[in-house]
């Protein structure tokens, strides 16, 4: 108060940036989603199961019928194999997308759960990152138990596989941060259609379950052009053993993903809710 | 009885000023909500916004709470800017809103825990505290239970004890009894005795008179964003209204019609749609001078000047329409 002028130069700082404030307590938000959580485990037991049911029936069932697939990149393995890496990106996407949409409108139109969060010291952007981060939490731990399966059922093909769980996660990152700041716009649970109308194409053609040479070339364009699309392909070079340069560029779509995501949402939280 | 405050400094320096607002502005678009207010509270007082909904109350709790940005004026909270220093004073704050927004993912005791976590209190530190905070609002018994298996007035007693957390030096009450039957009004009330007792600074907002009376030292009664008048309640009911007050009622459509028979009788007198209120010094003399012309009501009744009064002479509304 003795210096007029440094509140001010503060402010001026507060506006330009375009993050908004928190306390560096985004564990917190971590820490409760997990003390919730111990009351209702059965979710974690249907979110791990989902994806292994996924790859025995189409590895083991659509396998039979198709007994090798030729990859994008050339090499010719089991459709086991070949679909595994891409049910682990999208088990990713899926838990990522489920948590960071459904369960954070919960939270912020019903429960108003972030209405007293933001009466403490925590910031938007503390409940922006604690809400990603939770959900990476939960996705690692899916993708892990799933990665476990997939080893024991002889479809991993190379040490590369050991960075297909941070991969996951990584994608999972992705895929929270842009659903929780789709999650800011909508207004009622009818607009969850959009999310899913996004969503179910996406994991049927992202080269989930056929190769991209499949397409026609203006359709190959599109599908390259979804987010999903570079999960899986990240997943399936590890996996498969098949990493060359290109992986570099999917982890830059998906990181630039995730950093829109993050700030968009710590944004529009701070819109929404500190008015 | 545990004492949940322990580290407030008892005695009130003469320049402890928690809470200073000038000219305080609060704009939705074109609506302004807090239409320029002044405002002081004190360390160790107990200050009241009383007034109707929609009068700006909340929306000022709002920016003092350092949550809702301000449109224009100035405020300071422990001295600091919330525009730039809201993570410090919400540090410093205590916070019941209106509608709990309690945890109903977690029980009661994780209610505690996690909200102290929120303000980067250690799991030991938060453990402890929600001991004696879980006593504080005897609900000891309910530790363990889910939020919504209690009762409202539970509810709200536990979104004390949470809001307490912290030690809060300033504690916001938003409408703290809207809701609640009377016994658990009065449960209520005697706990935030206790805690204005042991020095905790109390701003709340109600448009209960008979809450405003027992609570607050000092009040603003608001109206359309702007302080209509300010004082402890009793200045405020000597200022602006008569001693007593004779309710009448009569067995007609409109009161407006008996309005000659009380002229002259008292100060003056309000009309509301179900009765007549003649505002007098003396009750009693003012009845027999009513009945000395004859006049003869279908009820009537002498009771003192409260806060309603003073709200209605000030804007001619009732506070609960």
Redesign the interface.
Known sequence: ?TAPTA?AA??RR?AVLPIP?G?G?AR?VV??NI??FR??WIALVTGFLEPVFYLFSLGVGVGALVPHVTTDRGSVVTYAAFVAPALLAASAMNGAVYDSTFNVFFKMKY???Y?????????PRDIAVGEVSWSLLRGGLYSAAFLLVALLAGVVHSWSALLALPAAVFIGFAFAAVGTFATTFMRSWVDFDYITLAIQPMFLFSTTFFPLSTFPTPLQWVVQATPLYHGVALERALMLGEVDASVLWHVAYLLALGILGVVGASRRIERL??? | MTDPRQAVPRQPVADDVLVRARGLVKTFGEFRAVDGIDVTVHRGEAFGFLGPNGAGKSSTMRMVGAVSPVSGGELRIFGLDPATDGPAIRARLGVVPQADHLDEELTVEENLWIYGRYFGLSGRQVRERARELLDFAQLTERARHKVDSLSGGMKRRLTIARSLINSPEVLLLDEPTTGLDPQARHILWDRLFRLKRQGVTLVLTTHYMDEAEQLCDRLVVMDHGRIVAEGSPRNLISAHSTREVLELRFDLDDHRDRLDDVDGVGERVEVLPDRLLVYVDDGDAAMSAIAGRGIRPLSSLVRRSTLEDVFLHLTGRSLID
Request: net charge positive; glycine share 6%; charged share 15%.
């Open positions: 108060m509140p503060t402010r507060a404030a306390a307590l917190m820490l409760r003390t919730s009351h209702g429960a108003k759960l209405d007293a969060m933001l009466a403490t010291p925590l910031g809710l500190l008015r």
